[in-house]
């Protein structure tokens, strides 16, 4: 028995841009939630019998930089998360929001897709990355918003 999959629907970038937050020691980091793929799930059936509209898979990429002076000794080597965890030596950085936004993606059938990245945290590590910027270990929410053709979303702040 084969299973039919669903092929991924294209889609057209509308509004993407960065998110930018100040940190306590001066450095900006900037953030970028990019969705890279959309495809419709199986249609599910209601208690009622009634076919339920069909949701929708994502994938997203997140993207983050840092703006510093601060340089450290360039290192080429990927850490997991667990060294990067254990190497915090400033933990909960104060910021200030620069820019927070919605990115927005209209789907081929017509859906559209609103995304909008939250820092809730940030630690600064004593690791250094091949340029030798520093590295921050970051919490980030992710608000998701999708409107199929013939919906509305609910308002949001932009």
């Not at 019998?49 to 080597?77: A, F």
């Not at 970051?138 to 608000?143: K, R």
């Amino acid at each position: 028995m084969s299973t039919f999959v669903r092929p991924p629907l294209d889609f057209d970038v509308l509004k993407e841009i960065w998110n930018k937050y100040e940190l306590q020691d001066q450095a900006v980091l900037k953030v970028k939630i990019v969705l890279t793929m959309v495809a419709k799930a199986e249609t599910q059936t209601a208690p009622s019998g009634s076919p339920r509209p069909q949701p929708y898979n994502i994938d997203l990429q997140t993207i983050i930089v840092v703006l510093t002076n601060e340089r450290g000794p360039p290192d080429t080597r990927t850490y997991s998360q667990a060294e990067l965890n254990s190497a915090i030596t400033k933990s909960d950085i104060r910021f200030t929001t620069i820019t927070q936004d919605w990115n927005e993606y209209v789907v081929d059938d017509g859906t559209r897709i609103k995304i909008q990245p939250i820092l809730m945290g940030v630690s600064k590590t004593s690791k250094f990355n091949n340029k030798g910027l520093p590295i921050y270990v970051t919490n980030i929410s992710i608000n998701v918003q999708i409107k199929p053709p013939g919906t509305q979303l609910p308002s949001v702040p932009s």
